[in-house]
């Protein structure tokens, strides 16, 4: 079994896959192990998954437990603020947050020795049929696999390969920046500060450090072409510990984004014997924990497979998992895309009323977050 990618779906598929024990060698285009972006918040889900594949224990030894909640404007005022402990009253594990790369290298470490090969060339050759195997070539000499999982990202060459008429990505008009930064004197506390077509978010990380991101949505009159000038002309007069924790950005690595995702989904998950994973599968905006349901697809990828080698027994499994997978991804897709709008609201109208209604009640944080958070985590993994 080849796979494509030592992302967080490469790793935790070949993890899983290890786990039924298939033969698993995951190729990657990087030098080294790497996670743009900073921090990661793993849902009860995310932890679900992780414990299918042995890994739970230790991201929870790397985690921080998330035990607040809220909503700000700029200027400071709460305008909805909510304890998280009903999270794990109601789904059996609170929100943890831990850097992106210590996941990594927990899902790393779960993989036999050398079965991650860096700096590795890899590109789409043959998804392969009924009876000849899926093929990738790597760094020009072509290997052959039962299966090949693309676990390539965002912008999946394999995407691009199986789905050649496939409009692509799309560019939501919203940009990005994220960072980690020392928290020491500061007060933070996980929230989120919604202003003007404008998002802040932060989550507190272990060891006294802190992840925020700033997004912006592009307007006629604003324009970002680049990193250059970074998040402090839009967010540096907004209330402490902003201005800040963008000051001490300066001294770290900030990473910036163009938001982009597909707004049509593609329509399989697989060809031949080539199935795509995380955002290779369902590129989406950055609101309902895409690297949860990475996981998710990893440890149902590996559940369907099983043991099975034949063809019959490979292309079922690809078929139960293609229809598990693309329904609860798309609908997520979809309510991420909403949610992205309501906080990202540039009419200063519509930006009052929805203001008022969260402070007032009518979108009261634990309401909102109780159905939404359902239809994120209420997620059972596969048993045996």
């Known amino acids: 079994m080849n796979v494509i990618g030592a992302g967080i779906a490469g790793l935790a598929t070949a993890v899983a896959l290890a786990d039924r024990g298939w033969a698993v060698r995951v ?30 224990d230790a991201v929870r030894a790397r985690a921080v437990v998330q035990s607040e909640g809220g909503v700000r404007v700029p200027g400071g005022r709460w305008i909805a603020r909510s304890g998280l402990r009903f999270v794990e009253e109601r789904y059996g594990e609170p929100i943890r947050a831990l850097p992106r790369l210590d996941l990594v290298k927990a899902l790393a470490d779960a993989l036999p020795p050398g079965a991650v090969q860096f700096g590795a060339c890899v590109e789409p050759a043959g998804a392969g049929d009924a009876r000849t195997p899926a093929t990738i070539r790597v760094d020009g000499t072509e290997l052959e ?33 994220r960072c980690v930064v020392p928290a020491d004197g500061l007060t933070v506390a996980a929230a989120e500060t919604w202003g003007q077509g404008l998002r802040f978010s932060i989550l507190p990380l272990p060891g006294g450090r802190v992840h925020f991101s700033a997004l ?32 001490r950005s300066a001294r770290e690595v900030l990473f910036f984004d163009r938001i982009e995702e597909l707004v049509c989904p593609v329509d399989c998950f697989f060809t031949g014997r080539v ?4 955002d290779a599968a369902h590129p989406m905006t950055p609101n309902v924990g895409s690297a949860n349901l990475a996981l998710e697809d990893a440890v149902e990828l590996a559940y369907v497979l099983g043991p099975a080698r034949s063809w019959d027994g490979l292309r079922a499994g690809l078929t139960a998992y293609d229809a598990s997978r693309r329904p609860r991804t798309s609908r997520l897709s979809r309510m991420s895309r909403w949610m992205g709008r309501f906080a990202e609201l540039s009419s200063p109208v519509a930006i009052a009323a929805r203001n008022s209604g969260v402070w007032l009640g009518g979108f009261l944080p634990e309401a909102v977050s109780r159905r939404s958070m359902d239809a994120m985590v209420r997620w059972v993994p596969p048993a045996g």
């Open 145 to 177: 696999s039962d299966v090949v999982v693309a676990a390539d990202g965002i912008r999946s060459a394999a995407r691009r390969a199986l789905h050649p008429w496939h409009p692509g990505l799309h560019h939501t008009g919203s940009v990005s920046w």
């Open 27 to 56: 190729f990657e285009r990087g030098p080294e192990l790497r996670a743009t972006g900073g921090g990661i918040g793993i849902t009860p889900n995310g932890m679900l998954a992780l414990d299918a594949i042995g890994v739970g």
């Open 216 to 247: 912006a949505r592009m307007t006629g009159r604003r324009r970002v072409v680049g990193a250059e000038g970074g998040p402090a002309p839009l967010f540096g007069g907004w209330h402490d510990p902003i201005p800040h924790l963008l000051e």
């Open 275 to 278: 199935v795509l994973a995380g």
